[in-house]
T-cell receptor, first 113, second 115 residues
Framework: GESVGLHLPTLSVQEGDNSIINCAYS??????FIWYKQESGKGPQFIID?????DKRQGQRVTVLLNKTVKHLSLQIAATQPGDSAVYFC????????????FGKGTHLIIQP | GAVVSQHPSRVICKSGTSVKIECRSL??????MFWYRQFPKKSLMLMAT?????????EQGVEKDKFLINHASLTLSTLTVTSAHPEDSSFYIC???????????FGPGTRLTVL
């Protein structure tokens, strides 16, 4: 089975609100986690990453939180915009990123006007 | 920076023919590239790891004789789907690992349709 999973297949939020997308992983050996955004018919686009020696990392309008105790990863998007509509995947890997990625099922984020 | 291209973006072929897909890292060198496939409304599944100058490593259940991978240079990996069948129809996506950060950057994908 998959090592990484998502809690919700679809998340609908109002434009301007904050979004939180969750992810659970099961492989305790994973040490590198990445969030990707995928628009229809395109390849995944890197958003933000975090290593297992951290529990929080911030980027521009995005924050990733890692809770290793419960093997949980989340992506927070502040002040969502129409361009944020996409499918978001969490991915995990081992050996600091040298291995291939195991992807979660994905959450489709829908921004309501 | 960290741009990855794929060619072609779409290909339609007849059953039994072979199709080659190219993956290029345009502005960085990648000793390691990866190949994934994605079915409609599904997640990406790792097929194989491509290392420059050596044989590819395939995931369990992926036939190495069917999906030939060549990584002849630090900027190019190719995936050849041999004797393609309709069940091979899928979205094939490559990634290249930026050694400085270990981050994988993805190409735009290749939509393969086998008739």
């Amino acid at each position: 089975g998959e090592s990484v999973g998502l809690h919700l297949p679809t998340l609908s939020v109002q434009e301007g609100d904050n979004s939180i997308i969750n992810c659970a992983y099961s492989n305790s050996a994973s040490d590198y986690f990445i969030w990707y955004k995928q628009e229809s018919g395109k390849g995944p686009q890197f958003i933000i990453d975090i290593r297992s020696n951290m529990d929080k990392r911030q980027g521009q309008r995005v924050t990733v939180l890692l809770n290793k105790t419960v093997k949980h990863l989340s992506l927070q998007i502040a002040a969502t915009q129409p361009g944020d509509s996409a499918v978001y995947f969490c991915a995990e890997t081992r050996r600091g990123g040298a291995d291939g990625l195991t992807f979660g099922k994905g959450t489709h984020l829908i921004i309501q006007p | 920076g960290a741009v990855v291209s794929q060619h072609p973006s779409r290909v339609i072929c007849k059953s039994g023919t072979s199709v080659k897909i190219e993956c290029r890292s345009l502005d960085f060198q990648a000793t390691t590239m990866f190949w994934y496939r994605q079915f409609p409304k599904k997640s990406l599944m790792l097929m194989a790891t491509s290392n420059e100058g050596s044989k590819a490593t395939y995931e369990q259940g992926v036939e190495k004789d069917k999906f030939l991978i060549n990584h002849a240079s630090l900027t190019l990996s190719t995936l050849t789907v041999t004797s393609a069948h309709p069940e091979d129809s899928s979205f094939y996506i490559c990634s290249a690992r930026l050694s400085l950060t270990d981050t994988q950057y993805f190409g735009p994908g290749t939509r393969l349709t086998v008739l």
